[in-house]
């Protein structure tokens, strides 16, 4: 049987949503579309990983907790905003461009799925 991982790296922060209520009912809205047409797809079971990035801690948590509470997670990292945007070394200057979010969401990415092999192993898909 093939090991399939599903990775959702994201961001906590409201940014064009406006508000955290708005986040967290876009992530209630889109949970029966992702559980029908998502995870109802895969034959077999599907480890779900988030690796999400914060600025506000307890929002984050509170994400978590909606998060959790909807999906069966085998994995969950919480990673602080400014030291992901250490990983690319950039200026204080620079921190809200539009364009740093081209180069977070791949290294969001990877980061994921790194953490994912280094303690959960390798997976087929």
């Not at 969001?108 to 192993?121: D, E, K, S, V, W």
């Amino acid at each position: 049987m093939a090991r399939v991982a599903l990775v959702f790296p994201f961001s906590t922060e409201p940014r064009s949503l406006g508000t955290y209520q708005a986040v967290q009912h876009a992530i209630d809205s889109c949970s029966t579309w992702i559980k029908t047409n998502v995870l109802g797809n895969f034959l077999e079971s599907v480890d779900i990983f988030v690796y999400a990035n914060y600025e506000d801690l307890e929002q984050a948590q509170l994400i978590k907790e909606q998060l959790t509470k909807l999906y069966n997670i085998k994995g969950y990292v919480m990673v602080n905003y400014n030291d992901l945007l250490q990983q690319i070394d950039v200026p204080e200057s620079a921190r809200r461009s539009v364009y740093i979010k081209q180069v977070l969401q791949p290294l969001t990415l990877r980061n994921a799925l790194q953490y994912i092999q280094q303690h959960h192993g390798e997976y087929d898909y």
